[in-house]
């Protein structure tokens, strides 16, 4: 459709132009008409299944034709008639002929103007090109999806034919350690190593010659002679990124000043590349990170499911052989006392007295099952006694220090205390029977902070394995956006630490 409204507003243009200035055609309405054929065709083209993937080139081929059509019938129209008058018969021929010459000059005008340049640019800067056509196609490489070694070569090669350069050199590199990337000829790697004090200067500094390098990029220089030499420094947000080394042969021409800010711009133009680089690596970094924290949280989700279903087998399993039984066998001996209470009293008598004393032992098996459950004596008493109560009941010497802790929400004191009950069980299992142990629990720092230290032998972290205990611990503190860290030497003992943010609860 934008084709043929394209080519019919031309025509008629056009049409109308010949009307006034030639006379010609006498009836302009059936040529619109036939004109108007035109439509039709360009639905049909559209259509067409070998046409359409370039529909888009043709309408706009279309559009500038026509538009070039406008432009000179318009010109023709102002000069001629606003300026003039209409021509008579004798001059309506030239006219048509100088029209059609404007329009085919006007057409050939993009074509023979890349090729003039050319011409151009050959008698002006004999086989090289023009200075700044190195800025123009490394800026349309910027814009494709060109690996940046590749681009950078292609820098030094276009860099080295436009300027007729005998080498060019592309260093790249942060904090100061530059790296050869791209050399021509090639040279293969070589390190640079700026220091604290140069690295600012360079990075402000402009294109520099020989002169400043012998004082602040002295390396550069060996190998180099006397030849003409220019380095643009690469640097984005005063951040030295890497050097352009530009060198013609010894005795040849010095670099002009339109050389030296087509090198200021190309260094511009290279650092946006390379921060892009950055950029790119920054965020593929960050999501290589998400993805491991995301697979580390699925993993914990499933020990979490795990261990819980095992703490539920756990309790199942202790109720079944502990109080079940116990309950079992004093439901039995009930009704044998009730059946001696009539014949035997005394034996009657004597048997509740046993089954009293079974009942208090079934009781305090229920309470150490529900201590391992969760202790009445947190939820009542808090974290500090609840840590007291379990450092009273541990086999070796336990010191709990928790003065000025305070109260926290279920959670977070459930967690705090069974990741310090399970340090306390472990140091119990490793310390040693004369160890003593050291419970630690304070708030700092908008976080609630633990330790459980024992002086018994350590071990080496690197070699030994920390086990399915403390990967318990970290699955419980990390649920809550903890953390949680073990240190351990020979011969110095261990120390479990972990972190809980309050603000998390």
């Known amino acids: 459709m934008g084709c043929a409204v394209a080519v019919l507003v031309g025509s008629a243009l056009v049409t109308i132009a010949l009307r006034l ?11 619109l008409c036939a004109l108007s054929v035109l439509v039709p065709a360009a639905f049909a083209a559209g259509a067409s299944p070998r046409l359409a993937p370039r529909a888009d080139r043709v309408l706009v081929a279309t559009v500038s034709l026509a538009g070039l059509c406008g432009v000179v019938v318009t010109t023709y129209l102002i000069v001629v008639i606003g300026l003039g ?3 008579d018969d004798s001059e309506r021929n030239l006219l048509l002929l100088s029209m059609v010459a404007a329009a085919l000059a006007a057409a050939l005008y993009l074509p023979a103007r890349a090729r003039l340049a050319r011409f151009a640019n050959s008698l002006v800067y004999g086989e090289r090109q023009a200075p700044d056509e190195v800025l123009r196609t490394f800026g349309s490489r910027l814009s494709r999806a060109i690996p940046l070694d590749e681009l950078l070569l292609q820098l030094a090669e276009s860099l080295r034919k436009t300027m007729a350069l005998a080498a060019v050199e592309v260093w790249t590199g942060t904090g100061g350690v530059l790296e050869r990337v791209v050399s ?20 402000r500094a402009g294109v520099s010659g020989p002169a400043w390098l012998a004082v602040w990029l002295p390396d550069l220089l060996e190998g180099r002679d006397d030849a003409p030499l220019r380095v643009a420094p690469v640097t984005s947000s005063g951040e030295l990124l890497g050097l352009i080394v530009a060198q013609r042969r010894a005795g040849g021409d010095q670099f002009t000043e339109e050389e030296e800010r087509v090198l200021t711009e190309l260094a511009r133009q290279v650092a946006l590349a390379l921060h892009n680089v950055q950029l790119d690596s920054a965020l593929q970094a960050s999501l290589d990170e998400v993805r491991r ?18 703490a539920r087998r756990r309790i199942e399993r202790d109720l079944h052989d502990g109080a079940q039984q116990h309950l079992v066998a004093m439901a039995v001996g009930l009704r044998l006392a009730r059946d001696l209470a009539e014949d035997d009293p005394a034996a009657a008598g004597s048997m509740l007295d046993q089954l009293s004393a079974q009942l208090k032992e079934t009781i305090q098996e229920l309470r150490n099952l529900a201590h391992g459950i969760y202790p009445p004596l947190l939820v009542d008493a808090g974290l ?29 004191e459930a967690a705090a205390y069974f990741c310090c009950l399970e340090a306390l069980q472990n140091a119990g299992k490793h310390a040693g029977a004369g160890a003593t142990v050291t419970i630690r629990v304070r708030e700092e720092a908008g976080g609630l902070l633990f330790d459980v230290a024992d002086d018994g032998p350590g071990f080496d972290t690197t070699t030994k394995g920390l086990g399915q205990g403390f990967v318990n611990m970290a699955d419980r503190v990390g649920a809550i956006g903890g953390r949680l860290r073990v240190e351990s030497k020979p011969g110095e003992g261990t120390t479990i630490s972990g972190t809980i943010p309050l603000g998390t609860a």
């Open 21 to 31: 200035l030639v006379g010609w055609p006498r009836g302009g309405v059936p040529l």
């Open 384 to 412: 500090a006694e609840a840590l007291r109560a379990a450092a009273n009941r541990s086999p070796l010497r336990a010191v709990v220090e928790a003065d000025g802790v305070g109260r926290y929400p279920a959670d977070l």
């Open 184 to 203: 021509l000829p090639e040279q293969g790697r070589a390190r640079l190593s700026l220091g604290s004090k140069e690295q600012p200067v360079v990075a």
């Open 293 to 310: 924290q995301a697979d580390e949280l699925r993993a914990s989700r499933a020990r979490i499911v795990a261990t819980s279903d095992e």
């Open 85 to 87: 008058r209409v021509p």
